[in-house]
């Protein structure tokens, strides 16, 4: 593969042009944040919008602005300073990784060579059709350096390749993985929409499955997140669609989700409803789910979501446009979160890490022959500490058939809560670690919107952890949701049944 490069950067427009603040711009941003306290509401507004595109080189006036004697500007500065944060904290996380197609034109290039350097240097994991699709020269080339999902689009539009995407979770890993396949096209079929591709990670219309029952009277679209492993995707949670607009110009009106994708915090209370149902409330507001139906998003995997738009009278078949915001969680690098020494000496012991609390009660069995066993309580909000094993996540539960008024409240576990189970560390007085497994795991909900976990442990001595076990660990990654812009062009919609009409009531 001589000559062929593949070079690893952060993308220009996700990172800050440069160090050198212009000399004109102190000035300019003194006059917008002098502006967040101006009478007419609008202005307040134009200002506010204007410093969030500045950027970080507003924050030392933003921070200075937080002692104002206005407390509009007062107020407005603090959450721009939260804003801007967020948003330099996305640029980093979704910096991508950055390719260039630059062999010489004289230097055959296979794809099977392509997809190899691309793996490579990202992680993704690329799966093509068969060897001899693998041996396809690839005659791309790129000028300058582009992102990893644009030089996948790049190629597949030269071979006439479908890309498709799937997430995968491996054990031991909390994030998914993204494996991606290059199949040919089959002959007149039409290319689909192409993929926004500025970062790390690429949003997708796609085909909806076949297993999948599109909703009655609606047009559908169904969006796909694909990431780079470096992201440490762990789920889509929601879609804003800003605007939609057909072929012909008009504007389609979105629907509210049926029942809403997988939530930030993957609690939910459940307020029975009389004749059946629930109303549903999580993070992001409240939501009306009939009985039987799964308190889940439709999709079959974490990354996929599905948006709804009325029908017009006229339905078109695509959008020349769809505008929107992914909401998305992705894990931080793994780090202890909490632990608990000095077992050895005391029988019950506990601390309190940031978001996570951890409790532990020994229960020795010395001189009965049994083993001894440590009763462990993990506490956290769930969804926002991602654990090892998603293998240990509880099957989804469904809205039964309430009865009654309506005046009780039940908490109803999603399918995001993880088990601490496979992420304890027991370790003696040298810190040499025990082998360890799970009895029993019992999960409640706590009235502060946390889970307690307990569970019973066994430890067993290895070759170098000996005696009475003296601390306790929880290791995990702590989790951020992201905003993430998108644009789609070109993108079919799908249309579900029509519904029946209404049977007529019995006289």
Same mark, same amino acid.
């Given at each position: 593969?001589?000559?062929?490069?593949?070079?690893?950067?952060?993308?220009?427009?996700?990172?800050?042009?440069?160090?050198?603040?212009?000399?004109?711009? *102190?000035?300019?941003?003194?006059?917008?944040?002098?502006?967040?306290?101006?009478?007419?509401?609008?202005?307040?507004?134009?200002a506010?919008?204007?410093?969030?595109?500045?950027?970080?080189s507003?924050?030392?006036?933003?921070?200075?602005?937080?002692?104002?004697?206005?407390?509009e500007?007062?107020?407005r500065?603090?959450g721009?300073?939260?804003?801007?944060a967020?948003?330099?904290?996305?640029?980093?996380?979704l910096? *991508?990784?950055?390719?260039a197609?630059?062999?010489?034109?004289?230097?055959?290039?296979?794809?099977?060579?392509?997809?190899?350097?691309?793996?490579?240097?990202?992680?993704?994991?690329?799966?093509?059709?068969?060897?001899?699709?693998?041996?396809?020269?690839?005659?791309?080339?790129?000028?300058?350096?582009?992102?990893?999902w644009?030089?996948?689009?790049?190629?597949?539009?030269?071979?006439?390749?479908?890309?498709?995407?799937?997430?995968?979770?491996?054990p031991?890993?909390s994030?998914?993985?993204?494996?991606? /396949?290059?199949?040919?096209?089959?002959?007149?079929?039409?290319?689909?929409?192409?993929?926004?591709t500025?970062?790390?990670?690429?949003?997708?219309?796609?085909?909806?499955?076949?297993?999948?029952?599109?909703?009655?009277?609606?047009?559908?679209v169904?969006?796909?997140a694909?990431?780079?492993?470096?992201?440490?995707?762990?789920?889509?949670?929601?879609v804003?669609?800003?605007?939609?607009?057909?072929?012909?110009?008009?504007?389609?009106?979105?629907?509210?989700?049926?029942?809403?994708?997988?939530?930030?915090?993957?609690?939910?209370?459940?307020?029975?409803?009389?004749g059946?149902?629930?109303?549903?409330?999580?993070?992001?507001?409240?939501?009306?789910?009939?009985?039987?139906?799964?308190?889940?998003?439709?999709?079959?995997?974490?990354?996929?979501?599905?948006?709804?738009?009325?029908?017009?009278?006229?339905?078109?078949?695509?959008?020349a446009?769809?505008?929107?915001?992914?909401?998305?969680?992705?894990?931080?690098?793994?780090?202890?979160? #909490?632990r608990?020494?000095?077992?050895?000496?005391?029988?019950?012991?506990?601390t309190?890490?940031?978001?996570?609390g951890?409790?532990?009660?020994?229960?020795?069995?010395?001189?009965?022959?049994?083993?001894?066993?440590?009763?462990?309580?993990?506490?956290?909000? *769930?969804?926002?500490i991602?654990?090892?094993?998603?293998?240990?996540?509880?099957p #989804?539960?469904?809205?039964?058939?309430?009865?009654g008024?309506?005046?009780?409240?039940?908490?109803?576990?999603g399918?995001?809560?993880?088990?601490?189970?496979?992420?304890?560390?027991?370790?003696?007085?040298?810190?040499?670690?025990?082998?360890?497994?799970?009895?029993?795991?019992?999960?409640?909900?706590? *009235?502060?919107?946390?889970?307690?976990?307990?569970?019973?442990?066994?430890?067993?001595?290895?070759?170098?952890?000996?005696? /009475?076990?003296?601390?306790?660990a929880?290791?995990?990654?702590?989790?951020?949701t992201?905003?993430?812009?998108?644009?789609?062009?070109?993108?079919?919609?799908?249309?579900?049944?029509? /519904?029946?009409?209404?049977?007529? #009531? /019995?006289?």
């Open positions: 593969m001589r000559g062929f490069g593949i070079v690893l950067a952060a993308l220009a427009a996700l990172a800050p042009a440069s160090d050198q603040v212009p000399a004109q711009e *102190p000035a300019r941003v003194g006059g917008l944040v002098a502006r967040l306290g101006h009478p007419e509401f609008a202005e307040r507004e134009a506010t919008a204007a410093l969030v595109a500045v950027g970080e507003a924050l030392p006036a933003l921070r200075a602005a937080l002692a104002a004697e206005d407390a500007v007062a107020r500065a603090a721009l300073i939260v804003a801007i967020r948003q330099a904290e996305a640029r980093r996380l910096a *991508p990784t950055v390719v197609l630059a062999a010489p034109a004289d230097a055959p290039v296979t794809l099977a060579q392509v997809a190899a350097a691309w793996q490579k240097a990202s992680g993704v994991e690329f799966q093509l059709a068969s060897a001899e699709a693998g041996a396809t020269r690839v005659a791309s080339r790129t000028s300058a350096p582009v992102t990893l644009a030089a996948v689009e790049l190629v597949a539009d030269e071979l006439n390749l479908d890309v498709s995407g799937r997430v995968v979770a491996r031991g890993e994030e998914l993985r993204p494996v991606v /396949a290059l199949t040919p096209r089959a002959a007149g079929t039409r290319a689909g929409p192409k993929r926004f500025p970062h790390a990670l690429a949003v997708a219309a796609v085909t909806p499955p076949a297993n999948v029952a599109l909703p009655k009277d609606s047009l559908s169904i969006l796909e694909l990431a780079e492993p470096k992201v440490r995707f762990q789920r889509l949670d929601a804003v669609v800003t605007k939609a607009v057909a072929a012909r110009g008009q504007e389609l009106r979105t629907l509210p989700a049926l029942v809403r994708p997988a939530p930030v915090a993957p609690t939910f209370r459940a307020r029975g409803l009389r059946g149902g629930a109303i549903v409330a999580d993070a992001d507001g409240v939501a009306l789910v009939p009985a039987g139906v799964p308190l889940t998003n439709f999709a079959p995997t974490a990354a996929q979501a599905l948006v709804r738009f009325a029908v017009p009278e006229a339905a078109p078949d695509r959008l446009l769809l505008e929107g915001i992914l909401r998305t969680t992705v894990c931080l690098p793994r780090e202890e979160l #909490a608990v020494a000095g077992i050895d000496k005391k029988p019950l012991a506990g309190a890490g940031r978001g996570v951890l409790t532990v009660q020994t229960l020795m069995n010395s001189g009965t022959g049994g083993t001894d066993m440590l009763v462990v309580t993990v506490t956290c909000v *769930p969804g926002e991602a654990f090892r094993d998603r293998s240990l996540k509880r #989804a539960e469904t809205v039964t058939n309430f009865r008024g309506g005046n009780g409240v039940l908490q109803v576990f399918t995001a809560f993880e088990s601490a189970a496979g992420a304890l560390v027991v370790a003696d007085a040298d810190g040499e670690s025990f082998d360890v497994s799970s009895q029993t795991s019992t999960v409640r909900p706590l *009235p502060d919107g946390r889970v307690a976990e307990q569970l019973i442990l066994r430890f067993l001595p290895t070759e170098k952890a000996r005696g /009475a076990p003296a601390s306790v929880v290791s995990g990654a702590r989790t951020r992201l905003d993430v812009p998108f644009t789609l062009r070109d993108v079919p919609l799908h249309a579900g049944p029509t /519904a029946a009409p209404p049977t007529p #009531a /019995a006289p």
